[in-house]
């Protein structure tokens, strides 16, 4: 059971590239979202779905994109890289509606942008 | 509007020493809880939460936690740490937005276990 897997591990981009990060589920999971984590900050969120074809900004979504044409897949694309968008990247999928539901994490992506 | 105070970025405990992490919420309705677990270089898992029933929750590895109500509080403890214990610890809530649920996570304690 895969769970939630996200590919690259590791990157180093250098400033103005652009690049994604892939994402994949095998729990069908209705509910995707990709957030950033950054010493002292805790997790933000960048990007959400709530299905295929929806979806929907978090708190910090700036200079990235994310488009899910399936239920399994959510990437999250760097349009240029700046290095502020040096972080850890965490993909994330949960069941849909209500509350209370558990988020299932992949292993997470070290960024690096020179 | 909802949030979440951890109070000690960091937290030293002896193995064998009682293990507490404090976790203080601000919701404005009655709010869903959780502690996740980061071990170094991998993804959070979830430790315990409370959704509604029980004020003390069980978790894995032998963590517990209480919802306070009147204190706002959703503290994690373990009576025994062990040196496995060693991890980042996020506290989070939750609640119903456009139904489906909106999380918010603590800023995060890492606990380190002295030998």
């Known amino acids: 059971n895969a769970g939630v897997t996200q590919t690259p591990k590791f990157q180093v981009l250098k400033t103005g590239q652009s690049m994604t990060l892939q994402c994949a589920q095998d729990?069908?999971?209705?509910?995707m979202s990709w957030y950033r984590q950054d010493p002292g900050m805790g997790l933000r969120l960048i990007h959400y779905?709530?299905?295929?074809?929806?979806?929907d900004q978090g708190e910090v979504p700036n200079g990235y994109n994310v488009s899910r044409s399936t239920t399994e897949d959510f990437p999250l694309r760097l349009l240029s890289a700046a290095p502020s968008q040096t972080s850890v990247y965490f993909c994330?999928?949960?069941?849909?509606?209500?509350?209370?539901?558990?988020?299932?994490f992949g292993e997470g992506s070290w960024l690096t942008v020179v | 509007a909802q949030s979440v105070t951890q109070l000690g970025s960091h937290v030293s405990v002896s193995e064998g020493a009682l293990v507490l992490l404090r976790c203080n919420y601000s919701s404005s309705v009655p709010p869903y809880l959780f502690w996740y677990v980061q071990y170094p270089n991998q993804g959070l898992q979830l430790l315990l939460k409370y959704t509604t029933g029980a004020t003390l929750v069980k978790g894995i590895n032998g963590f517990e936690a209480e919802f306070k109500k009147s204190e706002t509080s959703f503290h994690l403890t373990k009576p025994s740490a062990h040196m496995s214990d060693a991890a980042e610890y996020f506290c989070a809530v939750s609640r119903l937005s456009g139904g489906y649920q909106k999380v918010t996570f603590g800023t995060g304690t890492k606990l380190q276990v002295i030998p």
């Open positions: 994330a999928s949960s069941y849909g509606q209500g509350t209370g539901n558990t988020i299932y």
């Open positions: 779905s709530v299905g295929a074809g929806i979806t």
């Open positions: 729990m069908n999971h209705e509910y």
